[in-house]
């Protein structure tokens, strides 16, 4: 069976996917891309001495060069002037095995990577994802509710189920009844004249009933949304007329609401406006969770506590047996060698030998698939000179 994907999102539960169906050979190939008018005729080039680049390690394994060919068919016919003429993104990705083709459009460059493995090579996509955190967007008026899941690099409505969509219509149904309440339709909140912000005065009647109105509506979609977000820890973005944030505060039950929210028309607002002003939100908070997993790191190798380590021979075990609660790795270099999960011997080659693996990348999709977190980074970023350091859950 052969799958398809042409996307510019990627998740963590996409690479676990890519795992899952992965059977040897798999062949997994990055490249950089170039943009313009000129430039952009470089790509076809470089992808073809990619391709030649995979034929000849498949070669190297002892796949016949007429099977090679054959094997990587489905990558040749991505190379048509329609596909470099519409694509014009900075990375492309392809995964390659004997039941899956995939390709991704990446909006970074991407270091120019052949590997042929017994698993994908997937490291060099963590720091897409890592600094790529999921968020949401509620985005609210009386008239027009939407839910938004998004990343760094993209955005999408979602649909939730009973989610209310405007507040006259949501009044007049019986939504307290599983409380053993009957909330009858008033007319409250239904005149056409009452619009967001046009009240009859401070501290009138007409303007506290209609805030109640809003507050119960409110107090629904809180409710709608719960089932969706019960097990969520992503941040929850507001955008909307801004005197509606503190009339959804007093009805979120949600923890990870953020603070600030985009005081936006919801109703002419593109989704992908959207993404970029809640990206400038939230960002902050990845990079502090970050930078606190990086604290946790130097305080538990300082203390010699067996939590901690920078060697590669004990993280590599760890992160397969689902030890490893943080691992911070590496993004552009790979150590080869090979791991047996009986013995839990690891072995390093300074060149790659045959059935070789990138044990960087092994360490960082192990942790990942036992839920823990990866943090790619540069290698002056990372918290120890070696390359791969990491936090034990025991």
Known sequence: MTYFLHILLLTVDELKN?????KPPCVSLYMPMQKGSTEVRQNPIRFKNLIRQAEE???????????????????????????????????????????VFRYYLLPDEVPEIVVVDGQFHLKPLLPLIQNNGRFYVLALSQDNVRFFQGTRYSIKE?????????????????????????RNA?????????????????????????????????HLIDRA???????????????????LFAIYRQA????????????????IVKPE??????????????????????????????????????????????????????????????????FNTETMAVNLHSEPEPDDEDLLDFAAVYTLLNGGTVYALAPEDLPTSAPAAAIFRF
């Open 225 to 243: 949304l719960h089932p969706k977000l019960k097990t969520a820890s992503a941040p929850l973005v507001l955008a909307g007329v801004e005197y």
């Open 57 to 99: 390690r498949l070669d190297a394994i002892g796949i016949r060069n007429t099977e090679a060919v054959d094997f990587l068919k489905a990558a040749h016919e991505l190379d048509t002037p329609e596909f470099w003429e519409e694509h014009q993104e900075r990375g492309l990705v392809i995964f390659v095995s004997p039941d």
């Open 273 to 338: 406006e959207l993404r970029d002003r809640a990206w400038s939100l939230v960002e902050p908070q990845f990079l502090q969770a970050q930078q606190q997993a990086m604290e946790r790191y130097q305080e538990l190798a300082g203390a010699s506590t067996g939590k901690a380590s920078d060697d590669l021979t004990e993280i590599v075990p760890a992160a397969y047996y689902q030890r490893v609660d943080s691992l911070f790795v590496a993004s552009d270099r790979q150590l080869w060698g090979d």
């Open 18 to 22: 890519l795992v899952a169906k992965a």
């Open 252 to 267: 979120n039950s949600y923890q990870h609401l953020v603070e600030e929210g985009i005081n936006v028309n919801v109703d």
């Open 158 to 182: 979602i649909e939730v189920e009973n989610l209310p969509k405007d507040l006259q219509t949501a009044l007049q149904y019986d939504e307290t009844a599983g409380e053993g309440q009957q």
């Open 186 to 218: 008033t007319g409250r909140g239904t005149n056409p004249a009452s619009q967001p912000g046009e009240f009859h005065g401070q501290g009138s009647p007409d303007r506290d009933e209609h805030q109640k109105d809003i507050l119960q509506f409110f």
